[in-house]
């Protein structure tokens, strides 16, 4: 299966959104990451509901969701009303991660749980079976531009190596300083999704980089 880019946002140019979803929607990226952040569960507060809007409707793409918040259940059906079709909350964050599962899905939307780099990949062993995706995070979530976490490579093995034992089906997804210098290590591993920011948007040419991305990865 081809990898996924999903080209996050947090690094578009926004004096000029539309222009970006735009030049994303030219793209071979196929799907676009959206990074909200709320200031308390991360040191860093990005955007809401009004730019989830305008972007779904400029983009011709699938939008992946990535809340950094502390407490994002009262949410989620205003996150799928705004346009999220994936919305991926942190294990961290909650409290019932299966009931938050369930209920991301009763909107509609694909669920997807976020790992910080040092929250182990076991604890999903219980619910993998209900993910439609399982979020990487390869740096300490908050801002763009960061280092890429080295141990996050065997992170994703070990994700795949969980999902396969429990007949799940979910995409694995990773997240921060992701780039043309690890993509094809992180898919070798088992990344099926490779969020890229930076990366992409702070290269010459954005859609010449998310398609050295996809070359680069087969
Ligand atoms: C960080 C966000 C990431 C970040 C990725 O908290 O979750 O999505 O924006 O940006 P780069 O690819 O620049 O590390
Ligand atoms: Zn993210």
């Not at 009262?74 to 294990?91: C, E, K, N, S």
Request: proline share 4%; hydrophobic share 45%; charged share 15%.
């Amino acid at each position: 299966m081809s990898v996924i880019i999903s080209p996050s946002v947090l690094s578009a140019n926004f004096a000029h959104l539309q222009a970006d979803i735009e030049l994303l929607n030219r793209s071979q990226a196929e799907w676009i990451h959206i990074d909200v952040m709320d200031g308390v569960f991360v040191p860093n507060i990005s955007f809401g509901f009004p730019v989830l809007s305008a972007i779904r409707k400029h983009s011709k793409k699938f939008l992946d969701v990535h809340l950094m918040v502390a407490q994002a259940e009262p949410y989620i059906m205003q996150f799928r009303a705004a346009g999220a079709d994936l919305i991926t909350v942190h294990y961290e964050a909650v409290t019932h991660v299966d009931s938050v599962i369930h209920q991301i899905k009763s909107t509609g939307a694909q669920a997807g749980v976020a790992l910080n780099p040092g929250t182990p990949v076991s604890v999903l062993s219980e619910v993998a079976h209900l993910l439609d995706l399982v979020l990487i995070m390869s740096v300490n979530p908050g801002f763009g531009g960061q280092k890429f976490i080295s141990y996050a490579t065997r992170k994703v093995a070990e994700a795949k190596a969980l999902l396969q034992a429990k007949g799940s089906f979910a995409k694995i997804e990773v997240d921060g300083g992701v780039g043309l210098h690890n993509a094809k290590e992180l898919y070798n591993a088992g990344a099926n999704v490779l969020v890229a920011g930076n990366a992409v948007f702070g290269s010459d040419n954005p859609e010449k980089t998310i398609e050295e991305m996809i070359s680069i990865c087969h």
